[in-house]
């Protein structure tokens, strides 16, 4: 008799700390963008980090995802530390916020598999979804320029039509849709640079969070920036300062300079890709 008291009194104490667990768990924010490559992602998250109530996250399941579709990158392009599962990396989230909101910025390929196979993350209440996307006409030919002039890659990858993520992106809003508590919001990049205190109130609304105007504009950083603390960056620092240099130097939402050409019906010419065999490629994706 005694022992079942004592095991009900342990399973009720066990119900007061998860309850108390939970809900001082919930009292944070987790806000997951999710983004095609060259949407001004980086810059979306320098907003972020200029309101100064979120921890900051850059691409942090990069490694992870590399490890196991692309390891010849892992030696020379991340972070031996850096999260090498995509288990590790969403206990460092969860970690994170206990004491503070966290923002996880991360690229649609990279997440599609660890995201759409795990429901404790797509059930979750305390974490809502963003998607940022950019006309991928433009998306995909700074994509391009980017990937041929990054350190050490000297041809356009196999992978290249997978790693544009707009398929990625897709399939992760079908999926969140379905099994997320919150509805998933969609961001277009050109709003983002042609009104961006309307898109970003209208994201703070959707997400629940106050708009702070001043998070609209922020310092550039200095050359050596590498993001290790403050980011969580995954990357060395020569692939980091590559990817996101723009970023890492912008002091808020701006135009970018190039144009890009389409014929009379408005459609992708791709004139500014040269070589024939990359143009197809980049048509394709």
Same mark, same amino acid.
């Given at each position: 008799?005694?022992?079942?008291?004592?095991?009900?009194?342990?399973?009720?104490?066990?119900?007061?700390?998860?309850?108390?667990?939970?809900?001082?768990?919930?009292?944070?924010?987790?806000?997951?963008?999710?983004?095609?490559?060259?949407?001004?992602?980086?810059?979306?998250?320098?907003?972020? @980090?200029?309101?100064?109530?979120?921890?900051?996250?850059?691409?942090?399941?990069?490694?992870?995802?590399?490890?196991?579709?692309?390891?010849?990158?892992?030696?020379?392009?991340?972070?031996?530390?850096?999260?090498?599962?995509?288990?590790?990396?969403?206990?460092?989230?969860?970690? @994170?916020?206990?004491?503070?909101?966290?923002?996880?910025?991360?690229?649609?390929?990279?997440?599609?598999?660890?995201?759409?196979?795990?429901?404790?993350?797509?059930?979750?209440?305390?974490? @809502?979804?963003?998607?940022?996307?950019?006309?991928?006409?433009?998306?995909?030919?700074?994509?391009?320029?980017?990937?041929?002039?990054?350190?050490?890659?000297?041809?356009?990858?196999?992978?290249?039509?997978?790693?544009?993520?707009?398929?990625?992106?897709?399939?992760?809003?079908?999926?969140?849709?379905?099994?997320?508590?919150?509805?998933?919001?969609?961001?277009?990049?050109?709003?983002?640079?042609?009104?961006?205190?309307?898109?970003?109130?209208?994201?703070?609304?959707?997400?629940?969070?106050?708009?702070?105007?001043?998070?609209?504009?922020?310092?550039?950083?200095?050359?050596?920036?590498?993001?290790?603390?403050?980011?969580?960056?995954?990357?060395?620092?020569?692939?980091?300062?590559?990817?996101?240099?723009?970023?890492? @130097?912008?002091?808020?939402?701006?135009?970018?300079?190039?144009?890009?050409?389409?014929?009379?019906?408005?459609?992708?010419?791709?004139?500014?890709?040269?070589?024939?065999?990359?143009?197809?490629?980049?048509?394709?994706?």
């Amino acid at each position: 008799m005694n022992c079942q008291i004592v095991t009900i009194l342990c399973l009720i104490y066990m119900a007061y700390v998860n309850a108390f667990f939970c809900e001082n768990l919930f009292e944070n924010k987790i806000i997951y963008l999710i983004s095609p490559p060259r949407s001004l992602s980086v810059a979306f998250l320098r907003m972020i @980090q200029a309101r100064g109530d979120f921890r900051v996250m850059n691409e942090i399941a990069q490694r992870a995802y590399c490890l196991i579709n692309h390891p010849e990158f892992t030696k020379n392009w991340f972070r031996q530390d850096s999260p090498a599962t995509f288990e590790e990396v969403k206990n460092r989230i969860f970690k @994170q916020s206990v004491t503070s909101n966290v923002f996880v910025k991360e690229m649609s390929f990279a997440v599609r598999d660890f995201i759409v196979n795990d429901k404790e993350l797509m059930f979750n209440p305390q974490i @809502q979804f963003v998607f940022l996307i950019r006309n991928p006409h433009h998306a995909i030919i700074s994509y391009y320029k980017k990937i041929l002039s990054a350190p050490g890659v000297f041809a356009i990858p196999e992978c290249f039509s997978e790693i544009i993520g707009y398929k990625s992106a897709y399939e992760l809003f079908l999926a969140i849709e379905q099994y997320s508590p919150n509805k998933p919001l969609i961001i277009r990049t050109e709003s983002l640079y042609n009104n961006p205190q309307r898109t970003i109130q209208e994201f703070c609304n959707h997400a629940g969070i106050a708009f702070k105007e001043g998070s609209l504009q922020w310092n550039s950083l200095d050359e050596n920036f590498c993001g290790y603390e403050e980011w969580d960056e995954t990357k060395y620092p020569n692939h980091s300062n590559h990817w996101h240099k723009e970023a890492i @130097q912008s002091t808020g939402f701006s135009r970018p300079f190039s144009d890009y050409d389409c014929d009379a019906n408005g459609m992708p010419t791709f004139v500014e890709i040269l070589n024939f065999e990359h143009r197809n490629v980049c048509i394709e994706a």
